[in-house]
């Protein structure tokens, strides 16, 4: 016969937030979005992490779809859509941003 305490044992509660990494919130209106065989559109990026980020665009991406994306006139940066719904886009990066890109966006507010 067991102890009474053995039967239960604490749980921790459970985690919502399921990204490996924390979103800074930034607004950054010069940002581009280019799907393969598409044109650049304009977007504002409104998150980012140094894995991924979140963008508000007005068009539609699949999730899996291959994207590049400009940040305020900056490189290409190489990204796969994660989800795409009411106007946002989430991405995942190819390689995580370079920590001075990061720190340079997290910094910008126009």
């Not at 991924?52 to 991406?61: K, T």
């Not at 990204?79 to 990061?102: H, Q, S, Y």
Request: charged share 30%.
């Amino acid at each position: 016969m067991g102890l009474a305490t053995s039967a239960y044992r604490k749980v921790a509660p459970a985690k919502l937030e399921q990204r490996g990494a924390v979103r800074h919130p930034v607004v950054i209106k010069r940002a581009s979005i280019r799907g393969h065989g598409r044109q650049p559109l304009e977007a504002v990026l409104d998150d980012l992490s140094t894995y991924g980020c979140r963008i508000a665009v007005d068009s539609l991406f699949k999730s899996g779809e291959r994207l590049w994306l400009r940040f305020a006139g900056g490189k290409a940066i190489a990204a796969n859509a994660v989800w795409c719904e009411d106007g946002k886009l989430g991405c995942r990066f190819d390689e995580p941003l370079d920590r001075d890109l990061f720190r340079s966006l997290t910094l910008v507010f126009d």
